[in-house]
């Protein structure tokens, strides 16, 4: 069991991904997916028990002859804090992209008699429809591609750690955000197709190199000095985001070359590989 909770996220080793829904209600009750699937079910206590498909925000509940759509509340179980404890965090991926991160809240159905037989759904919480607060978090690779010679070949690629805070606009259609990591800072945006995103970003950063003197004849040395040039650099990249995580490929490369003493014409390029937390706040 440890060892599966280490390779994989730690609410679906301990948890499982099927979630049910508790519907409280008067006998007769049913439900079914929102295009009208028939949904796994059993009753306890007088309660009904529905598996909606994974994911599922929504389910329609029907008693005699109504018929109405019930959303569905979200809340985090316990057990995918557990993550945080087992590096390189993959299990919030895991966890996210199974849909095994949350347990539903139950609903109470009842019929509206002062109303001409209404149906009623009580505590449903339809999602918010606003800007939100992005907050982002990762760790992953980068590279820089040219010129290689920064690195030695031990070192490459690299630890990389990013951050960020802006905008997610509309429920996950697009986010706008800046964004700082091991070597530049910038602004980015992603716009979205269901869960998977282009991601575009415009950053800025310093590239350090050393410039040589003429040998010392006394000590057989070449004197040297650091320095450091600004570049602007523009970046493309896709990925996936879930409820509360991401995983991103991204491609920067400089706007212009510079000459950065003996290592000659140098062009920025990084490859970043990064997986981290998106939440929205």
Known sequence: MMIAALSSGCALVLHGSDREVEIKGPPGVTAESITN????????????????????????????????????SKRATGLIGLNILVLPWIGFLIDDASQSWYDYDPLRVQMDSTHGMNLLILDQKPAAERPKLLLLGGVGYSGQTNPLTI??????????????????????????????????????????????????????????????????????????QNESQSYTALGLGVGWV????????????????????????????????????????
Not at 37 to 60: K, Q
């Open 37 to 72: 699937d028939t949904l796994p079910s059993h009753s306890e206590s007088a309660h009904l028990f529905v598996t909606p498909p994974r994911g599922a925000d929504s389910i329609v509940i029907r008693l005699d002859h109504e018929r109405k759509v019930a959303h569905l």
């Open 151 to 224: 690195y030695g070949p031990d070192e490459f690629p690299i630890t990389a750690v990013e951050a960020g805070v802006g905008i997610d606009l509309f429920s996950k259609k697009a986010e706008i955000f800046y964004i700082t990591r091991v070597a530049t800072q910038g602004v980015a945006a992603r716009y979205f197709k269901q869960n998977l995103f282009l991601q575009f970003s415009a950053e800025w950063g310093k590239y350090d190199y050393l410039i040589y003197g003429a040998k010392d004849s006394a000590t057989g040395t070449f004197p040297y």
């Open 242 to 281: 879930g409820d509360f995580s991401y995983v991103a490929l991204e491609y920067l490369a400089g706007l212009k070359s510079f000459y950065a003493g003996s290592e000659g014409l140098v062009t920025i390029s990084w490859i970043f590989i990064m997986w981290g937390l998106n939440l929205r706040i």
